[in-house]
């Protein structure tokens, strides 16, 4: 989901994950078109909207189609740092683009997954599983803010994923449509609002660890 930005940091010969590969082979004849980062950074907002969308019901065939449309949202969000690092045609608006894209996508995701549980539960809208979604998209979001700016600082090696057979952690999200042909949302909720927060909290750790380092660095640079 927001692994891929359009600033990134010099590249580091270190293996990539397959839906990076193929992302980059995908975008690679647009590298001289008119298609900019930007445009590929929209198609993929308006796939994770219509995953969204299509969570919301909470019925069988509607949370398949969801599945489905999250996985295509989240190889989409390779394509647009994929074309930026190809093309050169990287922009800070682009950049910023991307994360808030990043972030309102996550976060609607996992609403959307809750009002569809509350849906197939008989009522219109319950809270507990709306309130759970918005706790792991939050927390989600806030774990991509936080990589993304050790990332900027230390590297990319810095923020690198556990990778067995060229498949990140995040890589997991792939899996929805198993969770969906199940009918095991439920349980996913409430799994991803504990797990995500204690994500978040042991990056947040990190993430201060590097913020009081380059402080402590900065008196010494600037001397």
């Known amino acids: 989901m927001a692994n891929s930005s359009q600033v990134s940091p010099p590249v580091e010969s270190v293996p990539r994950p397959w839906d990076a590969r193929l992302a980059l082979r995908l975008v690679r004849p647009l590298k001289s078109s008119w298609v900019t980062p930007n445009h590929l950074t929209t198609v993929r907002l ?22 489905l449309l999250l996985i295509l949202s989240n190889f989409l969000d390779h394509t647009d740092g994929e074309l930026a690092r190809l093309s050169g045609k ?55 803010f936080m990589r993304m700016r050790i990332e900027e600082m230390l590297g990319k090696s810095a923020t690198r994923q556990a990778s067995v057979g060229g498949f990140e952690s995040e890589d997991v999200l792939y899996l929805m449509p198993l969770v969906t042909l199940s009918n095991s949302l439920a ?37």
């Open 46 to 67: 308006g796939v994770g909207l219509a995953a969204a969308l299509a969570f919301m019901p909470g019925n069988y065939g509607w949370s398949n189609l969801a599945a």
């Open 90 to 144: 990287s922009s800070r608006i682009g950049h910023l683009y991307d994360l808030v894209s990043d972030a309102v996508v996550t976060v609607l995701l996992f609403v959307a997954i809750g009002i569809g549980v509350s849906a197939k539960s008989g009522m219109d809208f319950e809270l507990a599983p709306t309130l759970l979604g918005a706790i792991a998209g939050v927390a989600i979001s806030l774990i991509f």
């Open 187 to 223: 349980p996913f909720l409430l799994t991803a609002s504990v797990c995500a927060p204690l994500f978040a909290a042991w990056v947040a750790v990190d993430y201060r660890r590097v913020m009081r380092r380059d402080r402590d660095m900065s008196p010494g640079v600037a001397g």
